[in-house]
């Protein structure tokens, strides 16, 4: 939780016609939407936008195609500006997973083949490090980090599993399944100083960290632009610096291939790049309507809200169950914990979120860190407080009796 408790319902925001602002959105309304972070959702306004560029993309192919990596690139730079980072820097990439392979498949053995990463990891980016590890001849070492761990202690407890065996460190600037986070920071100055590659997964910072690449010293670093920045799907970026960059080349050999970094990225045959050029549109709508620091502050604040009454309801079941203050908070993402018996492992939380959406018309997210279940909450400005108010009051007892079912 926040350091400033949030005792009220946060008034929702209004498009300037004063409809709610779900109304830019086409979600649909029988569901309750609560899932944001896994998947985003796009609003109208870039949908339309992708919508006109793809038919002038179907109209005239062979225009379209020869002049597509200049488009690209005139919006790589686009998005640069707003991630705060220089244009040269800034390949796009269809999601932060395909940014962390495209740096694997780049990165040669240079000492002890062994990769760094940490338990709160993301599954797809770890084994994409195991299977580099396989590779290499290497191995894989996994700093363990507790929940509850402050910057200080996440800081020792990733630093202290370096070794002159590193190859590769990989840590999240925003955790998945755990919604924290992590002290990149500083963790990419002591790579730095032992000369360590650091590759840093920002695939949640974009849009809930105004210029996230700010102070930060990394090789690599990826990030999404369908999350929080709801941008149209496939969206997101790969920012490389210093001499390891121009080890990285597409995943799709084109004909682009003998450009420098990143412009070689720009051209990637007959993929579907409209997601990227109407990803400023997304970014775009949501500055004119409200701007990022309000959109922050209220997904900040509505999660908290929604925190507070879930965490409460759970509570009410059993003490085990509340809502959970992770060692480093991050704006519009709370964990609350869940009785036990629900969703102790990835399969089972899945499951379980399935098993809402199926039978009670509700979107969320659940995972699981060291045995234990927990439901993700991440909010964004379609959001209401009675989204979360209907959740505690219609789903967390359904819950609760599905825990004692098991």
């Not at 002591?190 to 910072?205: I, K, N, S, T």
């Not at 914990?337 to 399969?347: C, D, I, K, S, Y």
Request: with cysteine; net charge negative; charged share 20%.
């Amino acid at each position: 939780m926040s350091e400033t408790e949030v005792t009220t319902a946060p008034r929702p925001l209004l498009l300037p016609d004063g409809r709610p602002a779900a109304g830019a959105w086409s979600l649909d309304p029988a569901m309750k939407h609560l899932n944001h972070g896994s998947f985003g959702a796009v609003p109208l306004v870039a949908q339309e936008r992708q919508n006109a560029l793809r038919a002038e993309m179907d109209r005239s192919p062979v225009v379209w195609f020869p002049a597509l990596p200049q488009r690209v690139a005139a919006t790589r730079a686009e998005l640069a500006g707003f991630l705060g980072v220089a244009p040269d820097e800034l390949a796009l990439v269809p999601n932060a997973s395909a940014g962390a392979s495209t740096v694997y498949a780049g990165l040669p053995r240079r000492r002890g083949g062994e990769i760094l990463v940490t338990d709160h990891g993301y599954g797809a980016v770890t084994m994409g490090a195991e299977r580099l590890a396989r590779r290499w001849g290497g191995t894989v070492r996994t700093a363990r980090v507790p929940l509850d761990a402050d910057e200080e202690q996440a800081y020792q407890a990733v630093v202290g599993e370096m070794s002159a065996a590193t190859d590769l460190v990989v840590v999240d600037h925003i955790t998945s399944s755990t919604a924290r986070r992590l002290p990149v920071a500083r963790i990419g100055a002591e790579a730095h100083r032992r000369a360590v590659p650091l590759l840093v997964d920002g695939a949640h910072a974009p849009g809930l960290i105004d210029a996230p690449l700010e102070g930060i010293t990394c090789d690599f670093w990826v990030g999404n632009l369908h999350k929080w920045c709801c941008a149209p799907r496939g969206t997101a970026t790969l920012v490389a610096r210093g001499p390891l960059r121009e080890l990285l080349h597409p995943l799709i050999d084109s004909w682009g291939a003998d450009d420098p970094y990143p412009e070689r990225f720009d051209q990637q045959g007959t993929v579907d790049a409209t997601g990227y050029l109407a990803a400023p549109a997304a970014l775009g709508f949501i500055e004119r309507t409200w701007g990022w620091q309000t959109v922050r502050r209220y997904m900040d604040e509505l999660a908290d809200y929604g925190a507070q009454i879930t965490g409460a309801a759970f509570a009410e079941l059993t003490d085990a169950a509340g809502p959970v203050d992770v060692g480093m908070p991050v704006p519009g993402m709370r964990l609350v914990r869940l009785p036990e018996g629900l969703a102790a492992n990835r399969v089972e939380a899945d499951a379980l979120r399935d098993r809402v959406a199926r039978e009670l018309g509700v979107e969320v997210a659940f995972t699981s860190f060291g045995g234990a279940g927990y439901l993700r909450l991440s909010a964004h400005v379609y959001n209401t407080a009675a989204d979360y108010e209907h959740f505690a009051e219609a789903c967390v007892p359904a819950l609760g009796e599905w825990a004692r079912e098991r």
